[in-house]
T-cell receptor, first 113, second 113 residues
Framework: EPEVTQTPSHQVTQMGQEVILRCVPISNHLYFYWYRQILGQKVEFLVSFYNNEISEKSEIFDDQFSVERPDGSNFTLKIRSTKLEDSAMYFC???????????FGPGTRLTVL | AQKITQTQPGMFVQEKEAVTLDCTYDTSDPSYGLFWYKQPSSGEMIFLIYQGSYDQQNATEGRYSLNFQKARKSANLVISASQLGDSAMYFCAMRLSNYQLIWGAGTKLIIKP
């Protein structure tokens, strides 16, 4: 069964460093998302991506964040200068069309020291 | 305001009993979708069930059913014949017209043997 994959599973970085979180969505899916979940808290929407551009972003998704689909298979989230409060689980999700199930990847746990 | 409310932070249920997890929502969108996801302690997000706002019948998926009461704006998840493996966090989420998911705070379900 096709699945969304994410790498790395755990990333530890120093404050101020850049990190890139990678996702490989399901191959025929058209809509892509990043969410984050701070430990013990609810899941928060970051950004949605369709047709090679951002379709929606939350207020969390400030200038420190960017997304890219560089090669038609990977979908990346870059945080330019990490802050302590960026420590969270980051989930990538994809779906074939709207009003369908969003398939989630296993998440990347980001720890900023 | 678009909002999902899960009023039960935690629940203990005896194995083999049925359990209802509450979810109420608020939206001005005429068309929306409601999802339930399960998050085990390992952290991944597992899709359980989906209900569209225009669906006439309540959604069912195996032991999971969604008690959708549109006038009350509630979308409770019912798990029949609970099993030890059902112990997890359960999140209710609402799909908006811009495709992003708005999440509830979650309910931690513990099944007792």
């Amino acid at each position: 069964e096709p699945e969304v994959t994410q790498t790395p599973s755990h990333q530890v970085t120093q404050m101020g460093q850049e990190v890139i979180l990678r996702c490989v969505p399901i191959s025929n899916h058209l809509y892509f998302y990043w969410y984050r979940q701070i430990l013990g808290q609810k899941v928060e929407f970051l950004v949605s991506f369709y047709n090679n551009e951002i379709s929606e972003k939350s207020e969390i998704f400030d200038d420190q964040f960017s997304v890219e689909r560089p090669d038609g298979s990977n979908f990346t989230l870059k945080i330019r200068s990490t802050k302590l409060e960026d420590s969270a689980m980051y989930f990538c999700a994809s779906e074939f069309s709207s009003y369908n199930e969003q398939f989630f990847g296993p998440g990347t746990r980001l720890t900023v020291l | 305001a678009q909002k999902i409310t899960q009023t039960q932070p935690g629940m203990f249920v005896q194995e083999k009993e049925a359990v209802t997890l509450d979810c109420t929502y608020d939206t001005s969108d005429p068309s929306y979708g409601l999802f339930w996801y399960k998050q085990p302690s390992s952290g991944e997000m597992i899709f359980l069930i989906y209900q569209g706002s225009y669906d006439q019948q309540n959604a069912t998926e195996g032991r999971y059913s969604l008690n959708f009461q549109k006038a009350r704006k509630s979308a409770n998840l019912v798990i029949s014949a609970s099993q030890l493996g059902d112990s997890a966090m359960y999140f209710c989420a609402m799909r908006l017209s811009n495709y992003q998911l708005i999440w509830g705070a979650g309910t931690k379900l513990i099944i007792k043997p």
